[in-house]
């Protein structure tokens, strides 16, 4: 797409969250590493992201600034990049004693308007730097200061603004409102459409690609079916392996087999459920059981797909790049082993990992699914993880657990459904707690495990809330799981917030 709005990665964890809020306000942007300047074209505007790195440092990450000035485009430096213009100006910049983490407040200058329009008197913002700028080159106009009065938003002439906080992340309340007023100073923005950007990306497939055989993993979850339908889409030729590991949901393997049916995609399924559940016998340690699953799952894997991989597909997203496994998907099995195994090492060292799906966040790439067409059911999937019902089963996973699960969960789910909260929950699932304790069924006593229902609410998995979930629901929940699921006399509903609990249970 021609003139993106360019956004300099300067390494910060939070660089692609820009490039996401950019496209939230409905314009193209695409992420470029500070020697890749020249590549960018004519961009709309500039952004130069923060980093970890200090300015001072004697390789620091710099800019041509020459260039960035001839292009003639805004420029709007973030925290790092804030820094790297005001010594381009002809300031200076100096070593802070403590790292400045956190929320902090905004206080605009009396009477600025430009990037700042519409502002509150006092802001809240996130920041995150050690270092400050100290002299400010001449005519530079101090656009804000925090509440110590130290300048957090400068102006350097009509183009070039610089921001010491964040503003594309949640904490920094009128974020949004500052990147729009910044980018309203640009002309001829490129609009961002999920149909374009899936033109796009068909493209970037072929061109990747460029006539080899691919493999791609499915499991039925939202990351790898989108991924799949991407490439069907694309039309390049490829095989699409379900691996059934015996820790699925009730009936998922065959809901999959005709998803995909529906959608014209055929897939190979292998059955190894007793393989799994034979390695899995009489191991409680949970990284015991990760490993073993996500080793057996590459030797089956690759078993089926032969050594001889021409490409090999994952759906890996950004914040899985970020923070690894917070998506569901079987692909992301392979990706959460992948340091560890030398198949995939290997493939990736010479440029045969396709990853099509790693600029987008889960919402994005739910929305990618709509518009290639996947049903509601897929593209509103809850995340499951790759290891399956092993991390809701913690201890020993064994048949009779995992049968006890399957139903619970089964039931959960279905109330969810019919009761309208299945959307607006991001995960729910009932986890075995491997301990028996006593109960009355019927005229007898009962000595059977407990189960813990979970729903959170979440931003890419990596906060989350528990869900408040109306009382007679789970009433509702708990009395036909009881009834209806031999094996548990107790019903528990788990109200942990991540941090410091995780979201699942192993
Ligand atoms: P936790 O339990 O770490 O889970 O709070 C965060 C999110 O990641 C999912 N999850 C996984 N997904 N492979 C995956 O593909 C895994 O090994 C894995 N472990 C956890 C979990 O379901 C939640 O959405």
Redesign the pocket.
């Known amino acids: 797409m021609e003139h993106p709005i360019a956004v300099i990665d300067y390494g910060s964890q939070y660089t692609q969250l820009i490039v996401r809020r950019i496209r939230e306000l409905g314009y193209y942007s695409k992420l470029y590493q500070p020697d890749e300047l020249s590549e960018t074209g004519k961009p709309a505007a500039v952004i130069l992201s923060g980093g970890p790195r200090s300015t001072l440092d004697d390789d620091a990450p710099d800019i041509d600034f020459d260039y960035l000035v001839k292009m003639d485009v805004p420029v709007l430096g973030v925290c790092y990049g804030m820094q790297l213009l005001n010594i381009k100006f002809g300031g200076s910049v100096a070593p802070g004693n403590t790292r400045e983490y956190g929320p902090a407040s905004l206080v605009p200058e009396a009477g600025v308007d430009g990037i700042f329009k519409g502002l509150s008197d006092s802001s809240q913002i996130w920041m995150s730097h050690s270092d400050t700028v100290s002299n400010l080159p001449d005519g530079t106009e101090i656009m804000g200061r925090n509440l110590d009065g130290v300048p957090v938003a400068l102006k350097w002439n009509d183009q070039y603004y610089g921001i010491q906080f964040h503003p594309e992340v949640s904490h920094t309340k009128e974020g949004q409102e500052i990147l729009k007023n910044f980018l309203s100073l640009a002309g001829d923005l490129p609009k961002f459409e999920m149909s374009s950007f899936k033109d796009e990306l068909i493209e970037r497939v072929r061109e990747e690609v460029a006539g080899r055989k691919v493999v791609c993993g499915v499991s039925g979850g939202v990351d790898s079916s989108v991924l799949a339908a991407l490439l069907h889409e694309s039309g390049v030729d490829a095989r699409y392996i379900f691996v059934d590991n015996g820790l699925l949901r009730k009936d998922e393997a065959e809901d999959v087999q005709s998803l995909f049916g529906e959608v014209g995609i055929e897939i190979e399924t292998i059955d190894a459920s007793e393989k799994f559940l034979g390695s899995l016998a009489g191991v409680a340690d949970p990284e015991e059981k990760?490993r073993r699953i996500g080793s057996l799952f590459v030797d089956v894997f690759f078993g089926a797909v032969g050594d001889d991989v021409e490409m090999l597909a994952q759906g890996t997203l950004y914040p899985d790049v970020i923070e690894s496994?917070?998506?569901?998907?079987i692909a992301?099995?392979i990706k959460?082993h992948h340091n560890r195994v030398s198949q995939i090492m290997d493939l990736k060292a010479q440029g045969r990992i396709l990853e099509p799906l790693d600029e987008l966040f889960k919402d994005e790439v739910r929305e990618l699914g709509r518009v290639l067409g996947l049903p509601e059911r897929v593209v509103g999937r809850h995340?499951?993880?790759?290891?399956g019902l092993a991390?809701r089963c913690p201890g020993e996973v064994t048949p009779e657990k995992l049968e006890i699960i399957r139903e619970a969960d089964a039931i959960f789910i279905g109330l969810l459904h019919s009761k309208g909260w299945y959307d607006s929950v991001w995960?729910a699932y009932a986890a075995l707690i491997p301990t028996k304790t006593v109960g009355v069924k019927g005229d007898e006593r009962s000595y059977e495990y407990a189960l813990s229902l979970r729903a959170v609410t979440s931003e890419d998995?990596m906060t989350?809330e528990w869900v408040h979930l109306p009382y007679e629901l789970l009433g509702e929940i708990s009395n036909r799981i009881l009834n209806e699921v031999s094996g548990v006399n107790r019903v528990l509903y788990d109200i942990s917030t991540?941090p410091p609990a995780?979201?699942?249970w192993?």
């Open positions: 990760r496994a917070t998506s569901g998907s992301s099995t959460t995340p499951f993880p790759g290891p991390v995960q998995a989350a991540k995780s979201i699942e192993e």
